[in-house]
């Protein structure tokens, strides 16, 4: 817990800096990415006001979610596979990760059913590389003109990770052509869907990510430490 109080006052700090740096005073959203520890460190960021919080694997998250319940806002931020859908809509604030109309439209059916509309980010591979995951840029537009019309779903904005690099400009670019593809989606003002979030930078790169826009950054071991 002292240490995740520690980690957590020079986020906040570094948060601050980049926001200045970047002449932004809204706001930036600090998903604490939860995932491979245990309950305990939920509750300890519950503590610490840190009530965000993201899981990427279906199951995991559903073994939290059933002691936590909604005393968070959980994000799912993996890759979902369509037969694990049925474990995180309805429970979690957002779905960081949808990448295909299948997936998508399993995630509506499933929200119809529950009665609900479910948020959700697309995932875009900017650079390319890494990642097996994710739209390519061009793909974008195209799926949410379809997406755009399931009745179970909301589409809120755009997720990226940036490739693991050291070298700052390459990553600060992958982040600017997100930022500059969600600008490009704003102007088309497609029915139904918002661009309210940019879910982009995690331990390594969120003051980059932040230089670039990003007003949702989904950290890890820099707040709870090594996995
Ligand atoms: C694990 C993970 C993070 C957090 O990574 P850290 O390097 O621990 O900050 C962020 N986003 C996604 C999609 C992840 O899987």
Same mark, same amino acid.
């Given at each position: 817990?002292?240490?995740?109080?520690?980690?957590?006052? +020079?986020?906040?700090?570094?948060?601050?800096? !980049?926001?200045?740096? @970047?002449?932004?005073?809204?706001?930036? /959203?600090?998903?604490?990415?939860?995932?491979?520890?245990?309950? @305990?460190?939920?509750?300890?960021?519950? #503590?610490?006001?840190? &009530?965000?919080?993201?899981?990427?694997? @279906?199951?995991?998250?559903?073994?939290?979610? +059933?002691?936590?319940?909604?005393?968070?806002?959980?994000?799912?931020?993996?890759?979902?596979?369509?037969?694990?859908?049925?474990?995180?809509?309805?429970?979690?604030? /957002?779905?960081?990760?949808?990448?295909?109309?299948?997936?998508?439209?399993?995630?509506?059916?499933?929200?119809?059913? &529950?009665?609900?509309?479910? +948020?959700?980010?697309?995932?875009?591979?900017? #650079?390319?590389?890494?990642?097996?995951?994710? /739209?390519?840029?061009? !793909?974008?537009?195209?799926?949410?003109?379809?997406? $755009? %019309?399931?009745?179970?779903?909301? =589409?809120?904005? &755009?997720?990226?990770? !940036?490739?693991? $690099?050291?070298?700052?400009?390459?990553?600060?670019?992958?982040?600017?052509?997100?930022?500059?593809?969600?600008?490009?989606? =704003?102007?088309?003002?497609?029915?139904?869907? $918002?661009?309210?979030? /940019? $879910?982009?930078?995690?331990?390594?790169?969120?003051?980059? !990510?932040?230089?670039?826009?990003?007003? =949702?950054?989904?950290?890890? #071991?820099? %707040?709870?430490?090594?996995?």
């Amino acid at each position: 817990m002292k240490h995740i109080e520690k980690n957590l006052k +020079d986020i906040i700090e570094k948060i601050n800096i !980049a926001k200045e740096k @970047a002449g932004r005073n809204d706001e930036v /959203l600090l998903v604490g990415v939860t995932k491979t520890f245990p309950v @305990a460190v939920i509750e300890d960021s519950i #503590s610490l006001n840190i &009530l965000d919080v993201g899981e990427n694997k @279906a199951q995991e998250f559903k073994e939290k979610y +059933d002691i936590i319940k909604n005393r968070v806002n959980w994000h799912f931020i993996g890759h979902l596979q369509k037969n694990k859908v049925k474990y995180v809509v309805g429970k979690v604030k /957002l779905i960081h990760s949808v990448d295909s109309f299948e997936l998508a439209k399993e995630i509506s059916n499933k929200a119809q059913k &529950l009665d609900l509309i479910q +948020d959700i980010l697309l995932e875009v591979n900017i #650079s390319g590389e890494e990642s097996k995951f994710g /739209l390519n840029k061009e !793909a974008v537009v195209p799926l949410l003109k379809e997406i $755009s %019309l399931l009745p179970g779903i909301k =589409v809120k904005g &755009l997720m990226t990770m !940036a490739p693991n $690099s050291r070298d700052h400009e390459y990553v600060r670019s992958i982040f600017r052509k997100l930022r500059e593809l969600r600008d490009e989606i =704003v102007i088309l003002d497609i029915a139904n869907i $918002s661009m309210e979030y /940019l $879910s982009m930078g995690m331990s390594q790169d969120y003051e980059l !990510a932040i230089l670039e826009g990003a007003n =949702v950054i989904r950290v890890g #071991s820099s %707040l709870y430490g090594n996995r």
